[in-house]
Nanobody, 125 residues
C-alpha cells in the first residue's frame, strides 16, 4: 500500500518561511518523479514544483520560482519543499505526488499516480 504523508505546514506571516516534507512508503521511491501541488479554496489544484528521480532536474511554476526549492533524499524516501518569502497568495493545501517514469513529466495533476492527503499552509498579511 502506497502512502505519501506530508508534514510541516502551518501559519506563517507574510515574508516568512516553511519547509514541507513528504514521506513515502510502499513504493520504490527512487524510481518515481516527485512533485508538489497546491489547492486554494475555490480554486483548482495547481502545479508548484517537481523533481526527477535522481534529483538532477527540477522545474517550478513561475509563481514560486526563486522562492521555493524542491529537493529529495532517496535514502529517506522523502521529498521536501523549502518555501521562502511566503506571500498571502501562497495560502493553500499543499500535496505531494509521485509520478511514474513511464510517463513524461507533466504539470497536469491527472498525470501523477499517487497523492498525499495534504498539509495546510496559511500566510497572514
Amino acid at each position: 500500500q502506497v502512502q505519501l504523508v506530508e508534514s510541516g505546514g502551518g501559519l506563517v506571516e507574510d515574508g516568512g518561511s516553511l519547509k514541507l516534507s513528504c514521506a513515502a512508503s510502499g513504493l520504490s521511491f527512487s524510481n518515481y518523479r516527485m512533485g508538489w501541488f497546491r489547492q486554494a479554496p475555490g480554486k483548482e489544484r495547481e502545479f508548484v514544483a517537481r523533481i526527477s528521480a535522481s534529483s538532477s532536474i527540477t522545474y517550478y511554476a513561475d509563481s514560486v520560482k526563486g522562492r521555493f526549492t524542491i529537493s529529495r533524499d532517496n535514502a529517506k524516501n522523502t521529498v521536501y519543499l523549502q518555501m521562502n518569502d511566503l506571500k498571502p497568495e501562497d495560502t493553500a493545501v499543499y500535496s505531494c505526488a509521485a509520478g511514474s517514469l513511464s510517463r513524461p513529466p507533466s504539470t497536469n495533476p491527472t498525470a501523477w499516480t499517487y497523492w498525499g492527503q495534504g498539509t495546510q499552509v496559511t500566510v497572514s498579511s
